[in-house]
């Protein structure tokens, strides 16, 4: 019987794992298929305080991890197939570790970026395909991007790369786009963005030093041909991590887990959640990280029987 679990391995996880284990609580952590979160799949982070000649992705976590075990947080690694938050403890069950019972429970499962699933994409990462404009977008000064996308995020992510792209090229499988009209036409009035509308997505192109180009498919008349480019940013959404919670907890339409305004606290008493996973619209490592920061706050108020929503009572 652990007195708190927190599930997930990025920023806002470690966090909370850091703050707990420095309370005294000896989190158990539980890491996934994906240690490290979405920060492993970048290279350099240019925009976390404190590093000010940048840090590698892995490396910033690997740093929040051992600080994480330094104050005594235990790691499992394993796939958490099931939870039962019916009655405390609450259950789990992991993939090499059967059943585990804790008091309290930190959700910090993430939100993955979707990918195309077309050839060559997921080698590329890093090497000029990107999903992630604010942590990528400086790489590519003076040089031509590719936006994959017609949402909010496709045209945001066109528009601040025009920041540092010479052309920024929006790439969509429809004639007609789905952001915003208030994004659609901030795109559309700026001079540096350039349309491909129509057109599928079929595969990367690349050579040694990286990306080169993308191959389309024009859907109104099925010409294929090749848009030379130095970077493709994918920007067709994210999903939250949350399958594996089976409906338990209250998450909005687009399936982001609920939290009380101010709180880290879910529907269910002892349960909290933090990072991506209730987060669809800052998404950035550092507010991860002050989020798993709230959670383990909230989460020691719990344990002592103190009310978390209500700070002034708790004082
Ligand atoms: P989204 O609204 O779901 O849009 C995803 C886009 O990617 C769509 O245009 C979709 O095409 C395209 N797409 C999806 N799968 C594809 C595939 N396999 N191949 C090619 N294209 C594909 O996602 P989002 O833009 O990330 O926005 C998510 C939510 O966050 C929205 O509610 C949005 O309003 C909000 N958001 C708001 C802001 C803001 O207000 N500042 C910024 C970002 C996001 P189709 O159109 O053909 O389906």
């Known amino acids: 019987m652990y007195k708190s679990i927190v599930i997930g391995t990025g920023p806002s996880g470690l966090t909370a794992a850091i703050y707990l284990a420095r309370a005294n609580l000896q989190p158990l952590v539980i890491e996934g298929p994906e240690p490290g979160g979405q920060l492993t799949t970048t290279t350099e982070v240019e925009n976390f305080p404190g590093f000010p000649e940048g840090i590698m992705g892995p490396e910033l976590m690997d740093n929040m991890r051992k600080q994480a075990e330094r104050f005594g947080a235990q790691f499992k690694t394993g796939w958490v197939n099931k939870v039962d ?70 045209m945001e992510e066109a528009h601040f790369l025009t920041k540092f792209a010479t052309e920024v090229r929006v790439v969509h499988r429809r004639n007609e786009l789905r952001a915003s009209k208030i994004m659609q036409d901030r795109a559309r009035e700026n001079g540096k963005i350039t349309w491909s509308l129509n057109q599928t997505p079929l595969e990367v192109v690349s050579g040694d030093r990286g990306v080169t180009g993308l191959k389309v498919k024009d859907n109104a008349t099925g010409k294929e041909e090749i848009i030379e480019t130095d970077g493709i940013f994918v920007a067709i959404g994210h999903t939250p991590n949350t399958k594996f919670l089976d409906g338990q907890l209250q998450t909005d339409e687009t399936g ?31 507010t991860a990280a002050g989020s798993g920061c709230m959670a383990a706050l909230d989460c020691e108020k719990f344990l002592e029987g103190m009310p978390v929503h209500d700070w002034s009572q708790a004082l």
């Not at 993955?112 to 997921?122: Q, T, Y």
């Not at 395909?129 to 991007?145: H, L, M, N, P, Q």
């Open 256 to 286: 982001y887990l609920i939290v009380k305004p101010g709180t880290t606290e879910t529907n269910i008493p002892g349960v909290f959640a933090c990072g991506d996973v209730q987060d669809q619209k800052y998404r950035q490592a550092i």
């Open 85 to 154: 938050l019916s009655q405390r403890p609450f259950k789990l069950s992991v993939e090499g570790h059967g059943e585990l019972e804790t008091e309290s429970l930190i959700i910090s499962t993430g939100a993955s970026a979707k990918l195309l699933g077309i050839g060559n994409e997921k080698d590329n990462i890093g090497r000029g395909v990107s999903t992630c404009a604010t942590c990528d977008g400086f790489f590519f000064r003076g040089k031509k991007i590719i936006v994959v996308g017609g949402g909010d995020s496709a």
